[in-house]
């Protein structure tokens, strides 16, 4: 669980980020140590309660993520990594059914971006779902991050599956953990991330300045509906919005692309704006806390139980 010394000399390489992997190496032995994660324990055993496998591997059929498809996996040993949010998969016979169609919001992605020989970073990258997609679309190498543990257990899970492709890691640290001005990626991603930051220029900022020139940053985030199409339209919710505490600030898109040309990035190109779905993210037997359906107003599912303008998502291709 803990060998990340071959990623390390991978990100060493890198002279703009070496001495960030001298922190990282500093810090990585309380990442997964008991002493400091009460909850580590739990994990390795849910991890051991995993079959060994002889096909590891993965594969994408028409957006499925496939694991194990010839191995006996119960689905006892696999609802024990609940909630599943990001998907689905298959793995073994079972038909991992996740809170988000993640694929649906690949599908828009994907044909737009080429990620052929890339070196890609994912902030608020979850169970790495998308890091499987981007090593099948190509990439050298795709790196993610996500502080929050149950999510890199998913990605372990997954691992323990397709054995340990040295081409797709999860670090378990935040953005603020990254280099501030390293240059380094090909791809930066930032999906579903931007709305809890406190201040939304440092981290469209940080994501820029992470990025190589003539790199692209992906942004995915929640915006105001298109009626809210003014360059000063921008909602900052007092208390929760959709039921979450962590929402901060909801721009037009006509905002969000003020604040992208204020930081000098050189090209902007909407790849999809459109609201999310009852499809698109639900409860289901993988998730079985509330989703979407039961953070909107029954009478009126254009807006949030607050009364707020229900979610709509842009996604921007955005050149440094
Ligand atoms: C809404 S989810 C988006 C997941 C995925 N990127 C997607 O688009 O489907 C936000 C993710 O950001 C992670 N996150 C929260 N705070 C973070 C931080 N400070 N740095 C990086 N990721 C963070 C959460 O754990 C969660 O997995």
């Not at 990340?4 to 001495?19: A, C, H, N």
């Not at 079959?51 to 993520?65: A, M, N, Q, R, Y």
């Not at 169970?127 to 679309?137: C, I, K, S, T, V």
Request: glycine letters at 6%.
């Amino acid at each position: 669980m803990d060998d990340y010394e071959q990623w390390f000399e991978r990100l060493e390489r890198v002279p703009t980020l070496s001495q960030w992997v001298g922190d990282l190496r500093s810090q990585h032995r309380h990442w997964f140590s008991e002493d400091v994660r009460s909850d580590l324990v739990k994990w390795k055993n849910t991890l051991s309660q995993l079959p060994e496998v002889k096909d590891l591997g993965f594969s994408v059929d028409e957006g499925l993520l496939k694991f194990a498809p010839h191995e006996f996996v119960t689905e006892e040993a696999l609802k024990a990594f609940h909630p599943w949010r990001k998907g689905p998969f298959q793995i073994g016979e079972h038909y991992v059914n996740t809170e988000w169609r993640s694929d649906w919001k690949w599908e828009r992605v994907a044909e737009n971006v080429n990620l052929k020989g890339k070196r890609i970073l994912d902030i608020g990258c979850g169970n790495g779902y998308y890091l499987w997609r981007m090593l099948d679309a190509g990439a050298e190498w795709a790196l993610g991050i996500d502080p929050y543990l149950p999510y890199v257990m998913q990605f372990k899970c997954m691992q323990h599956f397709a054995g340990r492709d040295d081409r797709a890691e999860i670090l378990p640290i935040g953005v603020e953990a990254l280099p501030r001005d390293a240059k380094s990626f090909d791809v930066v991603f930032s999906m579903g991330v931007l709305y809890h930051q406190k201040s939304p220029l440092e981290h469209l900022a940080h994501c820029r300045d992470l990025t190589e020139k003539g790199g692209e940053v992906i942004l995915d985030t929640i915006v105001l509906p298109p009626h809210f199409s003014e360059v000063t339209d921008c909602l900052v919710p007092e208390g929760r919005y959709a039921k979450m505490k962590n929402v901060n600030f909801l721009p037009s898109v006509e905002m969000l692309k003020s604040w992208l040309r204020k930081l000098r990035f050189t090209s902007v190109e909407i790849l999809d704006y459109s609201k999310t779905t009852l499809e698109e993210q639900r409860a289901t037997d993988w998730m079985v806390f509330e989703s979407l359906p039961d953070f909107l107003d029954p009478e009126d599912i254009d807006k949030t139980l607050e009364g707020y303008p229900a979610p709509w998502r842009v996604v921007l291709k955005v050149t440094v």
